[in-house]
């Protein structure tokens, strides 16, 4: 007979299970963590000793199934109580209000009908089947009858329940088959992507793909380590409970621990679906994850068993998709061209193509490395890519379409602007037109100097900077303040009256933050946030210019690198005697007086999320103007987080450190108190 064992572990042991059941639903479905993650690490281990010790304890329940269970030799199959069916695809308002019409035809309705509309995640299908609360089965969905039984897998993702939350054990169903997208986020992917090309191995083409191969690995130590995240969106059967709607059973599911996108909008007319979507198509650049589209439900569960399914799909719901936002065409030459800083960037010229609505032409390949590793050719077929803001890019090749007629690409050895040498730094990769005076990068960098977040000066377009360079009216950043307004009427597209504006505009840029004329300069890696610490930490020119390499790395926010590329622009003769002809031309620069006070003295701030009423570059003005400062990482130093909407990993972290957290609102009365 088995020694008897030790209440006191047999104690230990259901409580430790408790606990990590508890802690891993606040931090993955809650996002709001109680312990940190060494102690969730400590006790996990405690656990999983225990368990080692006493074998007999093993139940596969524990929240140490989370690390993976041993190897598969290939997965079985099961099926799916009710089919996991797909959706009806619309593109356009018009497919919408045609499902709309089609729903109230098949009702015989002529009222509104209620709809609930979600964001349709861009991932991998899975149901979850549970047993009286437990975890049984996870299967993905398959050919939509039958799927590959991923239970161990499932169990890896920290934010499926192995264990249901019973809040009101009376509306517990006794069978729960729950359904949900299983993804990876749009960082993690990156990070661990180039993780894997650093260790030689080959990286995954998009989030979706990751997703789907680390759900279908047959040890699910290796699914442990991937950085799956998951949202449910709907049931197959349910026993033991019933809801009316499909947004009360969205809240149930939460209850019970699933998590659900807090981007759902329930219970909204047909015309606020459409509003929603064109909301969505905005905003989804920003989310911290891959949507392709929206999902659009009718909210009454009755209504949609009136409605039923066709083989193919519910009747009851449609996929209302974004456009693409990569197609293919064909890339007909590669050109350089020269940037602000000397940089060569080659440029696909393409037969234009329509991606997400615009039509695309160039593209960017970024450097001879990436055009080397993807193996671009002239004359290929490409997969391109535009997304929100963003430089389109060419994402690949597709090499089936290859004919042998394409031509290899190589990087000049000469500016093909200026005609001086080329280098390309060991350990960069980037290659720059040595000769600062060539006129490409004279052209950028005023075209930088006049740009929003630096002078700002309207009515200085790119068209006409090139007009001023190429005329050699301009060969410096002082030479803008000498433009007359007889020389500026007598150019192309250019009257009296822009002209004036123009001149106008000059003359108001000349009184600029000190933050505004830093960024200005183009000072290589110095942006906006860096031109901001460097303006916060130096009452003067004099002081930044005489400053050492320690006294800018000792700015929080500022490394080695950025110091010394700082350091190393105000030691060259030439921009010292650029910035003096800006002075004599009548340029002055705003110091904040003294330290700052107000609102926000002394304060940091760390910005995550998409603002609704301004812009990151506003929000921080308003801080510095306030006295705070601006922080790019949470520290335990950071007083506030300003979480906008689709906030990012720093609210996590400002989570974990216990720092407050403020919405728009809130940091928008704080300022003007
Ligand atoms: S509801 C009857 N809601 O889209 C089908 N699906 O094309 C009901 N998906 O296989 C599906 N996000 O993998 C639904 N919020 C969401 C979704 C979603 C992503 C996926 C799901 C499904 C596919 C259908």
């Known amino acids: 007979m088995p020694a008897a064992i030790d209440p006191e572990i047999i104690d230990r042991i259901r409580s430790l299970r408790k606990t990590l059941h508890q802690h891993n639903h606040r931090y993955y479905v809650l996002d709001d963590p109680e312990i940190s993650d060494a102690e969730y690490d400590r006790l996990m281990r405690e656990l999983i000793q225990i368990e080692t010790d006493y074998p007999a304890l093993a139940s596969p329940d524990s929240p140490s199934s989370r690390v993976g269970a041993p190897p598969l030799a290939k997965f079985d199959t ?12 619309g593109f356009a308002d018009d497919d919408i209000l045609s499902f709309d019409k089609r729903v109230k035809r098949h009702l015989n309705l002529e009222s509104e009908i209620v709809y609930t509309a979600e964001p349709k995640m861009d991932g991998v299908a899975v149901e979850l089947v549970y047993e009286n609360g437990r975890l049984f089965t996870a299967s993905t969905r398959g050919d939509g009858f039958r799927g590959e039984v991923i239970t161990a897998n499932a169990k890896t993702i920290r ?11 009376s509306v517990m169903p006794s069978r729960l088959e729950v359904r949900g997208e299983v993804f990876i986020g749009i960082e ?18 998009n989030p979706r793909n990751a997703a789907a191969g680390s759900l279908r690995q047959l040890d699910s130590k290796i699914t442990a380590s991937r950085p799956l995240e998951i949202f449910f969106y709907g049931v197959g059967l349910v026993e033991g409970y019933e809801a009316e709607s499909h947004w009360e059973l969205l809240q149930a599911l939460q209850n019970w621990g699933f998590r659900i996108n807090p981007l759902i909008r329930p219970r909204i007319t047909i015309d606020s679906v459409l509003q929603y979507h064109r909301e969505l198509s905005e905003q989804r650049h920003q989310l911290p994850y891959d949507i392709d589209g929206m999902v659009v439900k009718v909210d009454s569960l009755s ?5 039923g399914a066709t083989s193919r799909s519910p009747r009851w719901a449609i996929a209302y998709k974004f456009e693409a936002i990569q197609e293919t065409t064909v890339l007909e030459n590669i050109e350089i061209q020269v940037g602000r800083t000397g940089v060569l960037t080659p440029v696909a010229h393409l037969k234009p193509v329509k991606v997400a609505g615009v039509t695309v032409s160039r593209a960017t390949l970024h450097n001879e490395d990436e055009i080397e590793k993807k193996d ?14 963003v430089i389109p890019e060419v994402v690949k090749v597709i090499r089936s379409k290859r004919t042998g007629a394409e031509t290899h690409f190589t990087m000049p050895d000469h500016c093909p602007v200026c005609g001086s040498d080329v280098v390309r730094i060991e350990g960069e990769a980037a290659t720059r037109c040595i000769n600062s005076s060539c006129s490409a990068q004279v052209k950028e960098r005023i075209k930088h100097f006049a740009s929003k977040g630096a002078l700002d ?9 090139d007009q001023l360079v190429d005329k050699g009216l301009m060969t410096s950043f002082a030479d803008l303040f000498k433009l007359k307004r007889e020389t500026l009427a007598g150019l192309e597209r250019m009257g009296e009256k822009s002209a004036e504006n123009l001149v106008n505009a000059i003359e108001a840029s000349k009184r600029v933050h000190f933050a505004r004329f830093l960024y200005a300069l183009g000072i290589r890696h110095a942006g906006e946030h860096v031109a901001l610490l460097l303006a916060e930490n130096f009452g003067s020119l004099e002081e930044l210019v005489g400053c050492s390499q320690e006294d800018l790395e000792k700015i929080e926010g500022i490394g080695p690198v950025v110091a010394d590329s700082i350091g190393g622009f105000f030691k060259q003769a030439t921009n010292l005697s650029n ?3 800006l002075l004599d031309n009548g340029v002055q620069i705003v110091f904040e007086a003294g330290k700052k006070t107000g609102p926000c003295e002394g304060k940091t701030f760390v910005l995550t999320g998409t603002l609704k009423d301004m812009t990151r570059r506003q929000a921080k003005e308003m801080i510095t103007a306030a006295g705070g400062k601006v922080s790019g990482s949470v520290s335990r130093n950071t007083d506030f987080v300003v979480a906008g909407e689709s906030p990012g990993s720093k609210l996590q ?21």
């Open 159 to 169: 934010a499926v329940p192995i264990v249901m939350r019973s809040v009101d054990q």
């Open 579 to 581: 910035i003096r002809s």
């Open 78 to 89: 099961i099926a799916h109580t009710i089919p996991m069916l797909s959706l009806d695809n």
């Open 653 to 673: 972290r400002a989570n974990d450190l216990g720092v407050p957290v403020i919405d728009e609102a809130e940091f928008k009365e704080l300022i003007s108190s």
């Open 376 to 389: 671009v050719r002239i004359g290929d077929t490409v997969l391109v890519q535009r997304a929100g803001d």
């Open 303 to 307: 209504l949609q068993r009136q409605l």
């Open 188 to 205: 993690p992917f990156k990070n661990w992507n180039s993780e894997r090309i650093d260790q030689g191995l080959p990286p995954y083409a």
């Open 457 to 465: 000066i309207d009515g200085l377009g790119d068209k006409l900077v």
